[in-house]
């Protein structure tokens, strides 16, 4: 079976890379020669642990190739996997523009029998809208189906994820594509699930939209934890040693971001108005992880008085460790507040970086940890580095104007930051 997966995206060079690993001869097709030039000589354009060495490894077995030649590689494959990008538009729903232009792509090249398969996260009806777009530029006629095959993988467990993931949802309407898919995914050893498209489409955004509301809810409780003088992290423990809650995705802090959750959220929601309805629950969702980092620096302020004149040292940009992508993150709207609040920011990220246009006089970039410190405020941690447990707190105090630590990952030990002289605060935690 040959597989196409058209978008080399995030998504479509891991699902790509991880077909090759399953032994299945794979193309990824995309029209950013850019992209193709880097990923053709083994480089990967993202940080992604353990991606890298699968691309030079399938590069050289002859297993991947990529190329921007539409035709030739829509008519010498039999799947082929949708995985361009589906942005927000102003009012939240998805942008299908991209899987339109692709859904036309595959029914102007085709010359016989295609699965094609939706992998980008759509909303729900989307398989059938691009089954009525193939089939309006379908010229030959030629069969086709189309499936529904939603990714779970997460941001710097993207290879882990995808090999051993959790479980495979199948959505489709014909006998031919679900053996299709079956035979595609024989070697994992995970439960496959088979439903309908629109079913499949729907468990994508309730998974995500789930997990997001798992993580609002503790970060309201970890401000009534605050008043009660109660850790939010040993309630944490106490409620996911319950099978019934799990102990995954319970981690109070400075709310979530990433390019998934808030945009599944809000499709999701846009879908339920789109049908007369509101889904109340994501409401107060949005609503506590737009405020949970004011949360934090509300903390600050209590400390501090006034943020203006202040200098404030921030660890960590990137949405969640392990990755360089700083969509939605929570420290981007930290960090233009302590601004705008006439503070002195100076950032560190081990990998992370902010977009060029996002400049200020008083924002300076440091290229090492240690170079925040010094005669600094306050501390604010937005991501959970494991470099920053390991960094001298010990030493670090006497460097700072005001030993003040805001945790916003909850990752330091209090007791050990307070022995050391500091004013420690995280989130339902002190
Ligand atoms: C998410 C889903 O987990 C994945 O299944 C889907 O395919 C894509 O969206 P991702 O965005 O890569 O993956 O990151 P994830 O690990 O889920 O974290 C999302 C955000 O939630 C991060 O900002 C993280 O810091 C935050 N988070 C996560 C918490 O604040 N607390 C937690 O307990 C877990």
């Known amino acids: 079976m040959n597989i196409l997966v058209i978008g080399t995206g995030y998504v479509g060079t891991t699902t790509a890379l991880v077909f090759a690993e399953m032994g299945w001869k ?31 490894k399938h590069n050289s077995s002859g297993q991947l190739q990529f190329t921007s030649n539409k035709k030739e590689a829509i008519q010498k494959s039999d799947v ?7 942005p927000s538009r102003p009012d939240g729903s998805a942008d299908l523009s991209y899987v339109k232009q692709v859904a036309e792509d595959v029914a102007y090249h085709m010359n016989g029998y295609k699965l094609v398969v939706n992998k980008s996260t759509v909303p729900v009806g989307t398989q059938e809208k691009v089954t009525e777009w193939i089939s309006e530029s379908n010229r030959h006629a030629h069969p086709y189906d189309v499936a529904s095959n939603p990714e779970f993988l997460r941001e710097g467990k993207a290879l882990e994820d995808s090999l051993h993931p959790d479980r495979i949802i199948i959505g489709t309407k014909s006998d031919r594509a ?8 024989s070697s994992m050893t995970c439960e496959i699930i088979e439903t309908t498209p629109r079913t499949a489409e729907l468990i994508k955004y309730a998974s995500n939209a789930f997990l997001a509301t798992k993580i609002s809810y503790m970060n309201e409780l970890s401000r009534l934890s605050d008043r009660l003088d109660v850790d939010i992290r040993e309630v944490a423990k106490g409620m996911g040693l319950d099978l019934r809650i799990g102990s995954r995705f319970l981690q109070a802090g400075i709310g979530y971001g990433g390019s998934c959750f808030p945009k599944d959220v809000s499709a999701l929601q846009q879908t339920a108005e789109e049908n007369g309805m509101k889904l109340q629950i994501l409401e107060q969702v949005v609503n506590v992880n737009k405020s949970q980092y004011l949360y934090m620096l509300d903390k600050a302020k209590k400390k501090l008085g006034d943020f203006a004149g202040k200098k404030a040292a921030v660890l960590g940009l990137a949405f969640k460790p392990d990755t360089d992508d700083i969509r939605e993150a929570p420290s981007l709207r930290l960090i233009q507040d302590l601004l ?20 200020h006089d008083h924002l300076t970039v440091a290229s090492m940890a240690e170079d925040v410190f010094k005669e600094a405020d306050a501390v604010f941690i937005c991501t959970e580095w494991t470099m920053f447990q390991e960094l001298d707190w010990k030493s670090i105090h006497p460097q700072m104007k005001q030993p003040n630590l805001f945790d916003g990952r909850n990752m330091l030990d209090a007791k050990t930051m307070k022995s050391f002289g500091y004013y420690y605060e995280g989130i339902g935690y002190k």
């Open 340 to 359: 705008g609040q006439q503070a002195t920011v100076h950032l560190y990220d081990p990998i992370a970086k902010l977009p060029a246009s996002f400049t």
């Open 80 to 86: 082929i996997f949708i995985c361009v990008g589906t």
């Open 26 to 56: 794979v193309t990824g097709l995309d029209t950013d020669q850019q992209k193709l030039n880097q990923l053709q000589n083994g480089i990967l354009y993202f940080h992604e642990p353990g991606l890298k060495e699968l691309l030079i």
């Open 178 to 185: 679900a053996k299709l898919l079956q035979q595609l995914y």
